[in-house]
């Protein structure tokens, strides 16, 4: 990636997850998770006018291209199971991401899921319609 | 008289079939969810049966905060058991209340004596609750704690830790002495026919509790048995459990403990629990606070009903003074934990003495994963089915033979059970003259 | 700090079940409203719920038999015993009664593996007791996760065939899930439910004043987490993220309530959440403890 898709990747994480507090915002009437909320919001917009000033000093910077994206046989995916050094990995839809440090994942486990497996079919019925995998890194793909 | 009896389980979940497949290291927080009242012993008796298993072997410190959680449990369940379900058998409570209405009549307290008792009861809703609390100052939260692991707890005594629970047992040991004590005093001076009745199989058992620190020695008990009118060391290869008047198939019908694991079978004809028969050398067995005070030597007075309360009221005390010892022995800071790995198989045993008597966890790991676990509690070595050659549990035999007053309301009966702080629901069939009179629930 | 003029949410947060507690006690004590009928059914569980609830502390169990409702049935507590704390449990239940659940619904075999008392020869089967009493119930509450959504007794291979007891009611339950419920949940709840009536659920019907946010969101460990600070084994005072602390999907108040008169909570005991109020626990929680994670 260039260093302007890098910041074009970074800003849309702000925003998708301001979209995400907002609509949180809607429903609660809590005072309590208002507050969290709210604070969530302003840490948000202290990341975007952090990267504002990063992009205006850097905009003639190109980044080196990182890893190309590679294919994944299912038993390579299984290496990734997140354990002894290895990142977590998952699969879906035939895309594979990084979950390694993802909150949700934690001792690389969600819901009773391991990483290093193709998860397209619990995904639909749990995450449908949510912007989960947009927040996700992208290392590859399942091999056809 | 009570002819026949027969103590009922009424609930089964499956447990030894749950654990089948899970991470050894979550035995210790999913067994605890067999009991809400106990849930501490299960902790410490799988973080055992893994050490056991994976060879580990707890550092003394890691011990004595295991212990300390384990301990404040005991005071715990006794002041509950003693004032919330064992009180209101003898002392009229405020009947204005609904949940204390009674119909019985057999209260013999004179009024003022009754009511010092009565504001005791609700005095000593405070005072068990703290007794949760200060576990939890180790524990992180009660029931169902986090602290209690494998090395011995993950929490580490400081010294404002320590300063709390002091504090804590302090105003704990207080009330048992000065409260507890005398009323528990008190009533069987006033119901000394129950040290006449509820005797029970006359057989004691502990697995050890509190015992064999490397410096401090033996605090409460070893394991040991007593029969025949003597003492002798526990040989834990005599273990069976016997399943032929349980809801189980029998196939083996008696077994070790590592041997089978019964499956559950409702439709079995002759069967009436789902609690099974655990047996030492072949006899059934009694275990819990009467029998590690008769065993250690503290309390010999006798084998009854109301010997089994005194003895829990006895025990409470005593076990204020070893958290006081254990309390001393602490060292803050000290960090009990390791990076602990499953071998591929292995096999372990956990055994030790809990709130209501002996309890034990045997596990098998095969694949890295739970093959097999194996629990045989207290409550079912107190209440016990008949085994093949029909000796009834020690529930069942404190219960045969017992005078009933009053067969419209057979207190007696409850009053014998709830001497056995059964956990359970149960229910007991009176048998006169080989009929059924008359099926009393008596719901501990 | 000055209490008044404090505006800290958090402190708020921690007073709301005490303040609803004696709010409605002293409603009941004017007669402004009537002191109602509460009915505690102890089902397939562990009973953990009731023990839970007895070290509640300001509001505690004292102050809930005593001054906020009348408790006509609990089968550990209640002073009659057999046939005759039946006959109480039949005649409550023709009357105005708000129902407590704790323990699932063991469906195995017609019920016959959670039996909690005879009734005209009749055995009295868990679901057969969900079944007459939770439909005419003025309110009916879930404590603890086994009765919310199934919890441990419904674990794999679910030898009981458990269910909460939602699944066996057309009307709709409050759910307060946790293994056990904190007593604040409950007696806050409850407290809310006689003064206000129904509290405001969230999608999987707890009250939104106990459940709203998740315990990552809240926990001192965060910054942790945030700077990539990871315990390699329980015991130690970072993140237990690594470990699977379950603390990012559960949804309580943990972190700042804590537990037994907020002494203590799991991570402040040094190890991590199993997510025991989720509706996946256990068998989705697992596993609780992991090393080696990268």
């Not at chain 2, 007794?131 to 011995?152: C, Y």
Request: net charge neutral; proline share 6%; glycine share 10%.
């Amino acid at each position: 990636m260039t260093g302007r898709e890098i910041f074009i990747s970074l800003i849309n994480d702000q925003i998708n997850e301001m979209n995400h507090t907002i609509d949180c915002l809607y429903t609660t009437s809590d005072a309590c998770a208002k507050n969290r909320l709210l604070s969530r919001l302003r840490k948000n917009t202290a990341s975007l006018s952090l990267l504002v000033q990063a992009s205006c000093g850097r905009e003639k910077e190109a980044l080196p291209l990182q890893n190309q994206l590679r294919t994944f046989t299912p038993e390579e995916l299984s290496k990734y199971n997140g354990r002894s050094g290895n990142p977590a990995y998952i699969a879906v839809d035939g895309t594979v991401y990084d979950v390694t440090g993802n909150a949700a994942w934690g001792g690389a486990a969600h819901f009773g899921l391991s990483a290093g497996n193709d998860l397209s079919g619990q995904f639909a019925p749990c995450h449908a319609g949510q912007p989960v995998l947009n927040k996700l890194k992208v290392v590859g793909k399942i091999a056809e | 008289m009570v002819a026949d009896a027969k103590t009922e389980g009424l609930l089964f979940r499956g447990f030894e079939k749950m654990l089948r497949g899970r991470s050894p290291f979550d035995a210790v927080y999913f067994t605890q969810r067999i009991c809400g009242i106990c849930s501490t012993a299960h902790s410490v008796a799988s973080s055992l049966a893994l050490e056991s298993a994976l060879g580990i072997i707890a550092p003394q410190q890691g011990r004595y905060l295991r212990d300390i959680i384990h301990g404040c449990e005991f005071l715990q369940n006794h002041i509950r058991h003693f004032y919330q379900y064992t009180i209101p058998d003898f002392v009229k409570l405020p009947q204005g209340n609904p949940l204390y209405e009674t119909v019985h009549n057999d209260f013999r307290l004179p009024k003022a004596k009754n009511d010092i008792i009565a504001q005791h009861y609700f005095d000593s809703l405070e005072i068990s609750c703290s007794a949760h609390e200060m576990l939890a100052v180790l524990g992180g939260k009660a029931p169902h704690n986090h602290g209690v692991f494998i090395g011995g707890a993950t929490s580490h005594a400081t010294p404002e830790a320590i300063s709390r629970m002091r504090s804590i047992l302090q105003n704990i040991r207080q009330f048992i002495c000065t409260k507890m004590v005398p009323d528990a005093c008190t009533v069987a001076e006033y119901y000394k026919d129950y040290f006449e009745i509820g005797r029970g199989c006359g057989n004691l058992l502990s697995f050890g509790c509190f015992n064999d620190y490397e410096r401090l020695g033996t605090l409460y008990v070893d394991p040991l048995v007593y029969s025949d009118g003597a003492v002798s060391g526990l040989d834990p290869s005599e273990i069976t459990e016997n399943i032929a008047s349980s809801w189980y198939a029998d196939s083996p019908a008696t077994y070790t403990p590592f041997q089978a694991i019964a499956e559950p079978d409702i439709k079995k004809g002759g069967a009436y629990s789902w609690i099974k028969a655990p047996r030492y050398k072949g006899l059934p067995f009694e275990v819990g606070p009467l029998a590690r005070m008769w065993l250690c030597g503290g309390y010999r007075n006798g084998i009854s009903a109301m010997d089994r309360n005194l003895a829990r009221v006895m025990e409470a005390k005593k076990v204020t003074e070893i958290l006081l010892v254990l309390l001393n022995s602490l060292i803050p800071g000290f960090c009990s934990q390791e990076v602990y790995q499953i071998p591929q198989s292995a096999l372990g045993a956990g055994m030790l003495d809990t709130t209501r008597g002996a309890l034990g966890h045997w596990i098998k790991i095969d694949g890295g994963v739970i093959a097999f676990y194996q629990i045989i509690t207290p409550s079912a070595w107190n209440l016990s089915t008949r085994s093949e050659d029909h000796l009834p549990g020690p529930g069942e035999a404190a219960l045969i033979g017992t005078a009933v007053r009053d067969t419209d309301h057979p207190v007696e009966l409850g009053r014998i059970i709830r001497s056995f702080d059964p956990c359970v629901s149960c229910a007991t069939h009176i048998y006169s003259k080989g009929s059924l009179i008359r099926t009393v629930q008596v719901m501990p | 700090m000055n209490q008044e003029n404090s505006s800290c949410s958090f402190l708020m947060k921690l007073e709301t079940a005490s303040m609803l507690f004696h709010r409605a006690a002293e409603a009941v004590r004017q007669k402004r409203i009537p002191k109602r009928n509460l009915i505690w059914l102890e089902l397939t569980g562990c009973a953990g719920n009731i023990i839970s609830l007895l070290d509640g502390a300001n509001p505690d169990f004292k102050g809930l038999v005593l001054r906020l409702v009348n408790l006509l049935y609990e089968n550990s507590l209640m002073a009659a015993e057999g046939g005759k704390a039946m006959e109480k449990l039949f005649s409550a239940a023709n009357g105005d009664y708000i129902l407590a659940v704790e323990g699932a619904v063991s469906t195995k075999d017609g019920g016959l593996y959670t039996v909690i008392g005879r009734w005209k020869g009749q055995p009295i089967t868990a679901a057969r007791a969900i079944q007459e009493f939770g439909p005419k119930a003025s309110y009916v509450i879930s404590v603890g996760t086994c009765a919310s959504d199934g919890g441990v007794s419904a674990a794999s291979p679910n030898p009981g065939e458990c269910v909460g007891i939602q699944s066996l009611l057309e009307r709709k339950v409050i759910k307060l899930p946790g293994c056990p419920c904190n007593p604040d949940w409950f007696l806050g709840t409850l407290a809310y439910t006689v003064l206000y009536g129904e509290p405001k659920l969230d999608g999987r019907q707890r009250p939104l004043l106990f459940y709203s946010t998740l315990i990552h969101d809240i926990c001192p460990r965060r910054p942790y987490f945030d700077q990539g600070i990871f315990a390699s084994k329980p015991g130690e005072k970072t993140c237990m993220f690594k470990l699977g602390c379950r603390g990012p999907v559960t949804r309580t108040d943990c972190p700042i309530r804590k537990w037994n008169n907020r002494v203590n909570w799991p991570i402040g005991d040094n190890s991590p959440c199993i997510g025991c109020a989720m509706f996946g626990f256990p068998d989705k929680m697992e596993p609780f403890i992991r090393y080696d994670v990268t």
